[in-house]
């Protein structure tokens, strides 16, 4: 793994791990912002697992229920980390949408 792609893998961790740690002191405005902020930069790098599971959780934060949504969303963000398919980007989104129901 070049320098580069670790250094953004580390910058990424470091912002999820922000997030939450802070979440019940956060808004929902601002867990929205930071977590399109990981969106864009987790799809310039091109880890479209992280940048699918980024998106649910920009757009999560602004619904009613944003804590439990968010929770569970930045659970399974080091394998979306990790994830290198389609396939293994649909399994993170699924297991999201099952921990919701």
């Known amino acids: 793994m ?10 990424l961790q470091r912002r999820l791990h922000d997030i939450r740690a802070r979440a019940e002191a956060l808004s929902p405005l601002d ?3 930071r977590m399109d902020a990981i ?3 987790a799809d310039r790098a091109g880890l479209h697992a992280m940048e ?6 920009s757009q999560l ?7 439990v ?3 569970a969303c930045l659970a399974h963000a080091e394998d979306a980390m990790a994830a290198r ?5 649909q399994a993170i ?3 999201v949408a099952t921990r919701l129901h």
């Open 2 to 11: 070049g320098d580069s792609v670790s250094d953004l893998h580390h910058d």
């Open 31 to 33: 867990i929205h912002a």
């Open 39 to 41: 969106r864009g930069a």
């Open 52 to 57: 699918g599971l980024a998106r649910l959780s």
């Open 61 to 67: 934060a602004l619904l009613p229920g944003c804590r």
């Open 69 to 71: 949504a968010t929770s």
């Open 85 to 89: 398919t389609q396939a293994e980007h």
């Open 93 to 95: 989104l699924a297991a």
